[in-house]
């Protein structure tokens, strides 16, 4: 057994087949079929379930994901440490996120972190899910709710603030008064599983009584589709929102939900170079960019 039969492995696994795993490592499908049964056959048990749809994980398959996962971050670590004098860290850095923060905080700013840091390649997956850290799809998690546990650094880099919109259109034809401290009857679109975990849905229920539940959506953008289109009120990142000409803010001195931002980094990924650089870099962006993310937006229009 070697490493190489160990990456191979966990591509596999983090793939759950072996067309993602062969793209990643450059290689056919079928020498990734055999390096995953080389380690098998040398550790005589079977890592993988092998069916039609993809590879499934055995709970040997399991255990040796956590083992894997754990030697990848250290031997990372070696080789940072070891190459600390090198002008530039390297290497993939995976993060997970909110599309709020990915789309209008993050992505619009990776050039400089790249102009600066030519040697590090970058990913960003549309999730704030932790499952997708200890499975290694990510290595840096910015998300609005703190872990209750785990194997995880764990910091309050700033905060999000959320409030009440609709359509113009919308509040003609329903007009919702002002100072009102509640909003009754209203049809009104809900946040589906990426939001779940926050407070939103609870805000919803505490603003609103006797409305109809029209919509569920799981994506910013379509929610901010969905109240453009007049289909009801609905609960958006201010950042997003207030930047919309056809949207109004309902009653933002009563209707507004603060939502810190965690940064979140597996305790054997944080003190890899390539993690610091980029935990620092999104530190210092969600810092920077506090007050339009705290809602402070000049554009802001409200009823």
């Not at 329903?174 to 779940?196: C, E, F, Q, S």
Request: aromatic residues 6%.
């Amino acid at each position: 057994m070697n490493w190489n039969e160990i990456r191979y492995f966990l591509a596999v696994a983090r793939h759950g087949g072996l067309t993602g795993a062969a793209k990643q490592l450059g290689v056919s499908q079928s020498t990734v079929a055999r390096r995953v049964e080389t380690l098998e056959a040398a550790l005589g048990t079977r890592f993988f379930e092998r069916h039609t749809h993809g590879y499934l994980l055995t709970e040997e398959g399991r255990e040796m994901m956590e083992k894997a996962t754990a030697i990848e971050g250290s031997m990372a670590e070696i080789a940072d440490d070891l190459g600390e004098r090198d002008i530039q860290p390297s290497g993939m850095v995976r993060i997970a996120t909110i599309e709020t923060l990915a789309n209008q905080i993050i992505i619009p700013n990776l050039p400089a972190l790249q102009n600066a840091n030519p040697a590090l390649q970058l990913g960003i997956a549309i999730n704030a899910s932790l499952s997708r850290l200890p499975q290694r799809e990510a290595d840096i998690a910015l998300r609005l709710c703190r872990p209750e546990q785990g194997p995880y650094a764990v910091k309050r880099v700033g905060g999000i603030s959320f409030g009440l919109y609709a359509s113009s259109a919308y509040l003609e034809r329903h007009p919702i008064a002002k100072n009102a401290t509640l909003v009754t009857g209203h049809r009104l679109i809900m946040w589906g599983d990426p939001m779940a975990y926050t407070a939103l849905p609870r805000a919803m229920r505490l603003w609103t009584r006797g409305g109809l539940a029209t919509l569920v959506l799981d994506s910013v953008q379509a929610q901010v589709l969905a109240v453009k289109a007049g289909m009801g009120v609905g609960i958006l990142p201010c950042i997003t929102a207030d930047d919309e000409d056809n949207l109004v803010r309902v009653n933002p001195a009563l209707y507004q939900q603060d939502e810190d931002i965690w940064l979140i980094v597996p305790n054997d990924l944080r003190r890899a170079k390539r993690i610091r650089v980029v935990s620092d870099f999104l530190t210092q962006l969600v810092q920077r960019n506090q007050g339009i993310l705290a809602g402070m937006s000049t554009r802001s229009k409200a009823a």
